[in-house]
């Protein structure tokens, strides 16, 4: 019964993000960040961000590593919770490694380049 449940659950899960998650051409029409999850699983989780110009993400952590693979290059702002910030220039295809020290740190990232800023993000949730 119990295995029942759960395989409806998931498939529910699935559904919901099929038929919620937009598609690129939706994507490039709406005006804030977009994230779309690409595969997760007990070891890492992928997901596309597009942050369109002068667009802040919410503050927000990170529990885990990530590599971050820009698919469009750009300038972001991740601007700290306690005032500092730092930049980052991303150049397209190069993998870029955001440790978990740096992710906890409560931050806002903001696109100051012209154009949308896309990065496929890969977080390894086993490693610290």
């Known amino acids: 019964m119990r295995t029942q ?6 498939a529910f899960a699935l559904l919901v993000i099929v038929f919620t998650t937009p598609s690129a051409q939706q994507s490039t029409q709406q005006a ?3 994230r779309t999850p690409q595969f997760e699983n007990e070891d890492v989780a992928v997901w596309k961000t597009v942050v369109p ?5 919410a503050m ?5 590593p990530r590599v971050i693979v820009p698919l469009t290059g750009g300038t972001m702002k991740i601007a700290y919770e306690d005032g500092s910030s730092e930049t980052h220039v ?7 490694w955001l440790s978990s ?15 949308p800023v896309e990065v496929m993000v890969v977080e390894l ?3 610290e």
């Open 101 to 115: 020290e740096e992710g906890k740190k409560r931050h806002a990232d903001v696109n100051t380049s012209d154009k």
């Open 5 to 10: 449940l759960l395989r409806t659950m998931v």
């Open 90 to 96: 991303f150049e397209v295809g190069k993998a870029y």
């Open 60 to 64: 927000h952590t990170h529990q885990h």
């Open 32 to 34: 804030g960040p977009q």
């Open 125 to 127: 949730k086993k490693a």
């Open 53 to 57: 110009p002068n667009t802040p993400l």
